[in-house]
């Protein structure tokens, strides 16, 4: 589970397929940042706990990074 006190960013992530559709988020936390064999990516999903923790976070005043 992501905690929005623990992001330190969020990028966007693209499919490969076309490069322009946004698939999910890769967050960097505090955890992500000790361990960096440790990836995680969230799915945009209003379901998705971790999602709404990132929306939090950008409603919060922080701000999504692009995709490369």
Do not use: C, H
Request: no cysteine; aromatic share 6%; charged share 25%.
């Amino acid at each position: 589970m992501i905690d929005k006190n623990t992001i330190v960013s969020v990028k966007k992530m693209l499919a490969p397929e076309d490069n322009t559709t946004l698939i999910n988020y890769k967050v960097t936390d505090a955890e992500t940042q000790a361990n960096s064999r440790i990836q995680k990516f969230v799915s945009i999903d209003n379901d998705n706990a971790d999602y709404q923790e990132i929306l939090q976070w950008v409603a919060d005043g922080n701000t999504i990074q692009e995709a490369d």
